[in-house]
């Protein structure tokens, strides 16, 4: 059904929000003809895809300091290497470092972490590159769902019953030992997944740490494995030509804006949106917060799902089932960020520059991933928390003055909902813990810090409208994937009003920055606008 | 003496679907270790003048066919019902549930007005669920990775009944299936107790928490109850619940089963990778055409079989296959009832279950001590007095108190299960039921404690796990016991299995039991 509308207006579609989902789904729009207008509520559009100024002098990745796999087709479709978007030939996917001053690699080349591996288990060294393939084969299958949106349970379309049947094929096409592993992986607690596959303890935090990232889950928590089965999806599909940007997830931003601009989308920053309009049950345009009213044939929503309903839209205009399971929709944010600006460049006990130019985690065993998750189930920040952090300058010396550097951490968990005290009050508190956290790994870290930044999942909902903090606009669990996300008949970015439709990380598949769900969307929203 | 099949275990899936064999006409021999069948749904005086079900306690989802089928009722079993969950709160306040909804609904009230009436809400929408899943408690689970055509058939019937559900419905089930108990319930209800006490069920039996995702599922299994029909009732058996087992043990003799105590099971024997019979423990060597083992993957193939005997492949699925018991069982002699501050006196309160799970961090705290390999020290513990409904368990007077008790770790981080952490491990428990009953330890006449160690030795369930294989979500339906022989069938030609590992899983039900003896008599063995 085609949403009908007068044609008086100026724009076939509104999107709300210029995070990185946004931008794609404007962009490709904007591609395919559609008179677009993109408002962003903050004076930049990138979302969590951020950089501004920690300390004077100091520039870092304010959220996101590393984007997801960004997607081959949005690259290619977008053609954003005419935007400025390089990819870094980085052999590293993370590290991972001891307490004991020993550190762990996993390369883009599995030979190359198996030789690694040796010095710590041979049974691990010789298990890799099968668990690395298995892992890449079940991720190619996953992938193949997350490229177009997911078919409709009530009324499936031609077109789904094709994808339906290919991806069938697909699954008998894995062997057969992977087409049980795929069953059995999804469900499993990601500790029992890399325990039956590996024995380091480090390599099993270092892995099992994908199936929580973001997470209100521990390693223990059955369905943890998923997360880390769409962590490997999300690479299946990613650029061929690396999987970190140049200049950060802001270059990855500014590349997609200057797509969208190209292709005509006309973007409004410092602009909020405070409703969406609603005529004959069918979305007519948005409201600012300013008053104006915009007029547009379809309405493409950004943020996150439960912002989208229960915030933006009117109550009477939604099935009162559905607000309520939205209400229910879980978005509980998880996940602090803290940044460093530092005199000097940080020696970590056993990481080389190499290491240390990529990803690196710092969580010794499972169980010390679930201590840190004990805390959240009782309100609590964890006492040491795991932490994955990056130093951006040494890639872009750009972000700090000569010989000074900065650090961008991610600190889990640090649950939204804190008891018996507020984040406003704890907010220093978590930075301290963080600090001495780094500190037992780079001995005299703490002295070299010049100026901090402590971003909490309450400052991310203040922020960047992210609902409870929840870095994928709603968690990415079981019940919360696929055709179920954000909720089961809606996973085809439709909803209950005609011609509004989502776009954020809350739909399928919703898993990081890599413009998946921007790229789905558009594709669903283009057919229903031609 | 050859005969057409052999049961391994005598415990109430092996006698069921030894029985149904029988029932066929096949020529059935159960074997049993023990010198009493039932296995884990065993009655014994374990102190002169009490009798105790020792290991499983309450009967709740025996399969209504089943009692039909196999004439239960004539041979002996008498289902009395349990009413109701009284959970005990620290603050001297309590919940009670009974199967009096009205009433039930009163109590809730107290604590919530709104919680009350999602309460009847949530009802509806649970009988609904477990309409929907019946039907799968007695399927051959199809296998997903098969092209049989057959099997995709089902698959698919299963889907267009999911799809014919109403939008409410469909977003339930697929929820009970992937949630967690807490997060399922969160949207029904606020009053942490109710909550708390309602996602115990799901944690049973499991080593999991109340908030991990798969845990929703099992809140079904209280609505799929049935007892003589009727929904949502748990019931006591009369006798224990070794009356249950030695009902079906008469039917199964009266079908002409032969059924040997004090018979253990040393070997499965097999030739060109079909199994020809078994060896006992004894030396003496028994044949016949099909062999089937009620007893769980890992003493069938890695202890009565040689590994290379199998497929490698297979092997390590069945190492894989996870059992980590959770939970013990503390049996007490009462020389009287115990007095709950909450609910002073003897009173119906006591009839029901007695559930200690006053709060949702209660339940998590008691997980986070045998994640690190402790047991709790304040357990979450489902108790039954069964003495009340059936006086003839115990002398005139005297109770005995049958308690459920998790989380007792199989592995404990600091050493092995002995007899000082045994005691300690019962002391807890004390204790923790002497915060809601003060009385309790003056009482005491004698207790047994039974560790997930002592449950393996003595039940032969390995590590302790009640459910012969913990009920997650990798390990259910086509994926129970492992991937590809989730249809009774094993690699081994012949060899079958029939216990709680197989679908639909532990608990008297039955329904392992049942389905194994279709699969054989499908398949034409004799």
Known sequence: MTPTLSGQSRYDAIVIGGGVNGLTCAALLGKAGIRTLLVEQRDEVGGCAAESEIAPGFRAPTLAHATGPVRRDVVEHLQLYLHGLTFLDTAIEVSSLSPDGRALTLWNDPRKTAEGLAAWSTKDAQAWPAFHQSLGRLGGLIGFLFQSAPPSIDTPHARDLFSLMHTLSAFRGLPKADQWRLLRWGPMAVADLVSESVETELLRATLAADGIFGAMLGPWSAGSGLQMLLAAANRSLAWPGGQVVAGGPVAFARALRGAAERHGVEIRTGSAVARIDVTDDCACGVTLASGEQIAARAVVSGVDPKRTFLTLCEADHLPPEFSWRISHYRSRGTLAKVNFALSALPSFTGATREMLAGRIRLAPDLDYLERAFDHAKYGRYSSHPWIEFTIPSLDNPSLASDGAHVLSAYAQFAPYQLRDTSWDAEREPLGDIVTATLDQYSPGFSSSVVGRQVLTPLDLERGWGLTGGQIFHGELSLDQFFTMRPLLGFGDHRTPIRGLFLCSSGAHPGTGLTGGSGANAAAVVARELA | MKYDAIVIGGGHNGLTCAAYLARAGRKVLVLERRHVVGGAAVTEEVFPGFQFSVCSYVVSLLRPEIIRELDLPRHGMELLPLDGTMTPMPNGDYLWRVNDHDQTRRDIARHSRLDAEAYDEYGKAMVEMGRFAKPIMGMLPPDPTSLDPRGLLELLGMGKRFRDMRFHDKVNQVQLLTMSAVDFLDQWFETDVLKATMSASGIIGTFLGVRSPGTAYVLLHHYMGEIDGAFRSWGLSRGGTGAVSNAIAAAAVEFGAEIRTNAPVAQILSKNGRATGVALANGDEIHASVVVSSVD???????????????????????????????????????????????????????????????????????????????????????????????????????????????????????????????????AVIDTIAEYAPNIKDIILHRQVLTPLDIEREFGLTEGNIFQGELTLEQLFFLRPVPGYAQYATPVERLYMCGSATHPGGGIMGAPGRNAATRILKDGRR
């Open chain 2, 297 to 427: 993957p890992n003493l069938t193939f890695l202890k009565f079989m040689n590994e290379r005997d199998l497929p490698s492949d297979f092997v390590d699925a069945v190492k894989r296959y996870k059992y980590r018991g959770s939970s013990g069982k503390v049996n007490l002699a009462l020389d009287a009832l115990p007095n709950f501050t909450c609910l002073p006196g003897a009173g119906p309160h006591l009839r029901g279950a007695i559930s200690i799970s006053p709060s949702i961090d209660y339940m998590e705290r008691a997980y986070d001590d045998a994640k690190y390999g402790k047991f709790s020290s304040r357990p979450y513990m489902d108790m039954v007095i069964p003495s009340l409904t059936d006086p003839s368990v115990a002398p005139a007077g005297k109770h005995v108190m049958s308690c459920f008790v998790q989380y007792a770790p199989y592995h404990l981080k600091d050493g092995v299960w002995d007899d000082a952490r045994r005691e300690a491990f019962g002391d």
